[in-house]
């Protein structure tokens, strides 16, 4: 050691760490593992839930998410049974000064679920479904996942909007928007949330409504996890049971004409009827056909909530224009649709994407969408085009931050792959993709599509005239950032912070 307190770096030109740093290190280390073992220790005293550190077995499972690519350690991992426990883990990441993220599902391809060095409040375990029949709402808890709302409410012949797959967490999904197969016929998962229970910053429990803390409710309708840990939702929930629904396929030298086809019939389609549109490669399984697979094709997949016969005579114009090559569209329980895609898109997958709200569907769009369709690289890689018309246009620009009510598609371009050696190659074919289509978008894209670390511009193009009310809200609510593992939005400067209610 030097008389400045410096270490003595001096070493041969061997090189290797010099002895002064061996024990420099291991006393480091030795400190850094009692502290660690302190705090979990804590922790773990205060809560219901299991707590897990590093050191503990099942750690490496726990700080999983559904994107091999992210691979983030925290100091630990607070699996909360309830919502006293959530309190408590709230106040203990504030006392020490602990990053914190929040995980629902797991899903979100960013990872923005788990963080490095820090707290994560995991809700997995919070997890139920109560039906109200008769009032036709669901309460539901934090950690669930949309498999387990399907499975709850279609025994009683309902449905809450969500997505297409149904091991996405209800929670990130939710507060990001939530689009899927009942958006034009329902509007987004955001428009049928009547309610939440939210724990702020401080960790004051709260409720979040129309007539409770209304700011905050807007806030938490597509303003992602900034503004608390939501411990309970409460949504209203529609008739639906069975549908007549699923994929039908046509050729890639098909695919402009059936996707100009598609831009006009699904802006005046009747909200019972929802179809996105698709690139993909057909996989080598059932029910495909063999000759169809590894073939890259488009398609698009139908969800309508009324009779087969119905959605014959809505789709008889199509199979007049263009006859599909192969189709796996028939009536079946909602819960079905809602997990067809499951067994492709399992967890454990490398998944980069890049999103873009879109309001016009230009023959030269179309023309470079096919351009890249053709160069998808890898079986599972695809790009989706959900529509976010009909009842979702009924909310106007401001009702919620999710502002882009004006689009008629929320496009998403997926590359996935289940080997980590393809990372490169996927993150590429969908920056291109995307690069090349950003111009005939409409600015913003779901922040539920996005990456991390997108950029701060990205999500004020996202927010548009929203961003700066969100600002408000968040410096309200949380004005020292304390939940900034998500699509951040810093507290607006200079906002009074003394009353939270209102
Ligand atoms: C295969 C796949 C399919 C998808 N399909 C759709 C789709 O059809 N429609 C659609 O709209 N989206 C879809 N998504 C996107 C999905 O909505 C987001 O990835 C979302 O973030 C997942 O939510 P989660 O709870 O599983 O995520 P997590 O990774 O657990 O959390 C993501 C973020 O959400 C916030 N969050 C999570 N739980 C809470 C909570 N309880 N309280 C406060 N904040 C919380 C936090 O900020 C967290 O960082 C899909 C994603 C994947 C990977």
Redesign the pocket.
């Known amino acids: 050691m030097d008389p400045n307190g410096e270490r003595d770096t001096e070493r041969s030109s061997l090189s290797g760490p010099t002895i002064d740093e061996v024990i420099w290190s291991a006393l480091f280390s030795a400190k850094e593992k009692r502290m660690q073992q302190e705090l979990t220790t804590q922790l773990r005293s205060q809560l219901r839930g299991v707590v897990i550190g590093p050191s503990d077995p099942g750690y490496d499972e726990a700080r999983k998410?559904?994107?091999a690519m992210i691979s983030r350690k925290p100091k630990l991992i607070a699996k909360c049974a309830d919502v006293a426990d959530v309190i408590t883990a709230v106040a203990f990441g504030r006392q020490h000064g602990l990053k914190v993220?929040?995980?629902?599902?797991?899903?979100?391809?960013?990872?923005?679920?788990?963080c490095d060095d820090g707290l994560v409040i995991d809700?997995?375990t919070i997890k139920y479904v109560h039906v109200d029949a008769a009032a036709g709402t669901v309460r539901v808890g934090?950690?669930t996942?949309w498999g387990d709302v399907d499975h709850a409410t279609h025994a009683f012949g309902l449905a809450v909007p969500?997505?297409?797959?149904s091991?996405?967490?209800?929670?990130?999904?939710t507060?990001?928007?939530?689009?899927?197969y009942l958006t034009r016929q329902f509007g987004?998962?955001i428009d049928n949330l009547l309610a939440a229970d939210?724990v702020l910053a401080d960790g004051t429990f709260v409720v979040a409504s129309a007539t409770e803390n209304a700011d905050l409710f807007w806030a938490?309708r597509g303003g992602?996890?900034?503004?608390?840990?939501?411990?309970s939702f409460l949504f209203r929930a529609h008739p639906v049971k069975a549908v007549v629904a699923g994929p039908m396929l046509w050729e890639i030298d098909d695919a402009a004409d059936v996707m100009k086809w598609y831009r006009e019939f699904i802006v005046n389609a009747p909200e019972q009827l929802n179809g996105f549109f698709a690139f993909m490669t057909v996989p080598p399984a059932p029910p495909f056909p063999e000759a169809l697979h590894f073939r890259k094709m488009c398609g698009i997949v139908w969800c309508y909530n009324g009779t087969q016969e119905q959605a014959e005579k809505l789709l008889a114009p199509l199979r007049k224009f263009r006859q599909p090559a192969f189709e796996f569209f028939a009536p079946m329980p909602f819960p079905v649709l809602n997990s067809m895609?499951d067994a492709l898109?399992t967890p454990g997958l490398q998944?980069y994407w890049k999103a873009d709200f879109v309001k016009e569907l230009s023959d030269k769009a179309i023309a470079l969408h096919v351009k890249h369709a053709a160069e998808l690289p890898t079986l599972h890689s695809t790009m989706h085009l959900?529509p976010i018309n009909g009842a979702a246009h009924r909310m106007k620009a401001g009702d919620t931050p999710w502002g882009y009510r004006d689009a008629i598609w929320?496009e998403v371009i997926v590359g996935v792959d289940p080997d980590p050696a393809n990372k490169d190659r996927i993150t590429a074919w969908a920056r291109d993709y995307w690069e090349a289509l950003h111009p005939y978008g409409a600015g913003g894209g779901?922040v539920?599509?996005m990456m991390e670390g997108e950029g701060e511009d990205r999500i004020r193009a996202t927010y548009g005239d929203n961003y700066q009310r969100l600002a408000r809200i968040k410096a309200k609510y949380d004005p020292e950032n304390f939940?900034r593992?998500?699509?951040n939005i810093p507290p607006a400067a200079g906002v009074n912070v003394s009353a939270k209610a209102g």
């Open positions: 998410v559904y994107n993220s929040i995980r629902g599902g797991g899903h979100n391809a960013g990872g923005l679920g788990v809700l997995s934090g950690g996942t969500s997505g297409i797959i091991t996405t967490g209800v929670a990130g999904l507060l990001g928007g939530g689009l899927g987004l998962t939210v938490i992602g996890g900034n503004f608390g840990v939501v411990t895609f898109y998944w959900y929320s779901y539920n599509f939940f593992v998500n699509q």
